[in-house]
């Protein structure tokens, strides 16, 4: 099937540093989104992403937290500063459309260890 | 509260044999859609099936298939002929039909294929 590739697969960070999380999403796809995976836990939404625009973020997407795809390169995540909290795997997902019906596709995660 | 529930949270069965995950949704939108992906142990999120609401059909994709029960708000995976490199977890996703892009994610099923 379609593949979301992610960059780093992970990464262990100091708190307080500042990390990028890279997605190369599907390549026609125009919608991107965060989910956040705590260990044993389920996959919770963060944030999606339009035509340059954050359309929609949860409470779990803190002021700390931001996304951009500059110039269709890479959809980001960037968390400055990182807490001890956000250590978790970071899922990209991206769909063709915005339809409720379109399914997302998800990469293999970026695990990130805040120490 | 719980927009997606997975009662089951582990399963062991034998290879060959058939296995059905259970899945209970709640919604209030009378169109939306239903997905089921599966977790590897790489922690790979892989597609497998989807049931749009309005279809009356159960779907069908190679050795997945679902229990679709509208009524009770129940989308049931059965997997038949399951193979070792089933294992994984299963998730269970809602997504509804309005302008939210949100999907719901259950807890998730681990299931376990023995030889």
């Known amino acids: 099937g379609p593949k979301v590739l992610q960059i780093p697969s992970h990464q262990i960070i100091d708190m307080g540093q500042m990390v990028t999380l890279n997605c190369d999403p599907v390549s026609n796809h125009l919608y991107f989104y965060w989910y956040k995976q705590i260990l044993g836990q389920q996959m919770e939404f963060l944030v999606n992403?339009?035509?340059?625009?954050?359309?929609?973020k949860s409470k779990l997407f803190k002021d700390q937290f931001s996304v951009e795809r500059p110039d269709g390169s890479y959809f980001t995540l960037k968390i400055q500063p990182t807490a001890l909290e956000d250590s978790a795997v970071y899922f990209c997902?991206?769909?063709?459309?915005?339809?409720?019906?379109?399914?997302?596709?998800f990469g293999e995660g970026s695990r990130l260890i805040v120490v | 509260a719980q927009k997606v529930t997975q009662t089951q949270t582990s399963i062991s069965v034998v290879e060959k044999t058939t296995v059905t995950m259970d899945c209970v949704y709640e919604t209030r939108d009378s169109s939306y859609f239903l997905f089921w992906y599966k977790q590897t142990a790489s922690g790979e999120i892989v597609f497998l099936i989807r049931q749009d609401s309005y279809k009356k059909e159960n779907a069908t994709v190679g050795h997945y298939s679902l229990n679709f029960q509208k009524p009770k708000s129940s989308i049931g995976l059965i997997i038949t002929a399951t193979q070792i490199e089933d294992s994984a977890v299963y998730f269970c996703a809602m997504r509804e039909g309005g302008s939210n892009n949100r999907i719901f994610f259950g807890d998730g099923t681990q299931l376990v294929v023995k030889p």
């Open positions: 992403f339009y035509n340059g625009k954050v359309m929609e």
């Open positions: 997902a991206s769909s063709l459309a915005r339809r409720a019906g379109n399914t997302l596709y």
